[in-house]
């Protein structure tokens, strides 16, 4: 009840095309979903983040889009551009679990010029 | 403003050593979160330290440990490393009854 799952494991995408990563969870006490991007040899970097009484937030190319009833969030990168090339992470946090996260499994972006 | 430091950064170890990582956070954050990643099982939660205690503890078995000092720094330690103990080991600390976690780079111990 702990997992989020996040698809697709990795993704290609022409510059200029519109990238979409979904994530699902089970845990209804789960109240802040974050994204992190990831490039090599770094840590992750807050990119997004959302509560579940929003439905989609919006932050210049980057929206997450929220459906609290069938428990599923998603990232949308519109204009993809190369320097988007990374790894990214959705997550999620509960209620009285101080700050824990519990991350999907990451999905690679590759962005082609 | 200085961000989460870690040391070492890179560490090669045998098995049945021991390894202690360090991590410096944001200064005026006072929790610490650290997190193990490997390709296999992505990132998962190690412990979370607060005001110098132990807040939260991560499905791992006793041989990983961690501590915070008064000056919010932080280190963790695995004992009897095994091979599988190959990872990104990532800190990351953030403001009092904040959500936002900020990563360090990581120390990547390689076990062999």
């Known amino acids: ?55 989609e937030k919006k932050e210049g190319r980057f929206t997450i889009s929220f459906n609290k009833s069938a428990k599923q969030f998603s990232l949308h990168i519109m204009d993809s ?6 790894t990214y992470f959705c997550a999620a946090r509960g209620g009285t679990s101080g700050s824990r996260l519990t991350f999907g499994e990451g999905t690679q972006l590759t962005v082609n010029p | 403003k200085a961000g989460v430091t870690q040391t070492p950064r890179y560490l090669i170890k045998t098995r049945g050593q021991q390894v202690t990582l360090s991590c410096s956070p944001i200064s005026g954050h006072r929790s610490v979160s650290w997190y193990q990643q490997t390709p296999g099982q992505g990132l998962q939660f190690l ?54 976690l900020t990563f360090g780079a990581g120390s990547r111990l390689t076990v062999l």
């Not at chain 1, 699902?24 to 006490?29: F, I, L, S």
């Not at chain 1, 551009?81 to 990374?86: E, L, V």
């Not at chain 2, 000092?69 to 904040?98: H, I, K, Q, W």
Request: proline fraction near 7%; glycine fraction near 8%.
């Open chain 2, 47 to 100: 412990f979370e330290y607060f005001s110098e205690t132990q807040r939260n503890k991560g499905n791992f078995p006793g041989r990983f440990s961690g501590r915070q000092f008064s000056n919010s720094r932080s280190e963790m330690n695995v004992s009897t490393l095994e091979l599988g103990d190959s990872a990104l080991y990532l800190c990351a600390s953030n403001p009092s009854g904040a959500n936002v």
């Open chain 1, 1 to 55: 009840q702990q997992q989020v799952k996040q698809s697709p494991q990795s993704l290609i995408v022409q510059k200029g095309g519109i990238s979409i990563i979904n994530c699902a969870y089970e845990n209804t006490a789960f109240d802040y979903f974050p994204w992190y991007q990831q490039f090599p040899g770094k840590g992750p970097a807050l990119l997004i983040a959302i509560r579940p009484d929003v439905s």
């Open chain 1, 81 to 86: 551009q190369p320097g988007d090339s990374a």
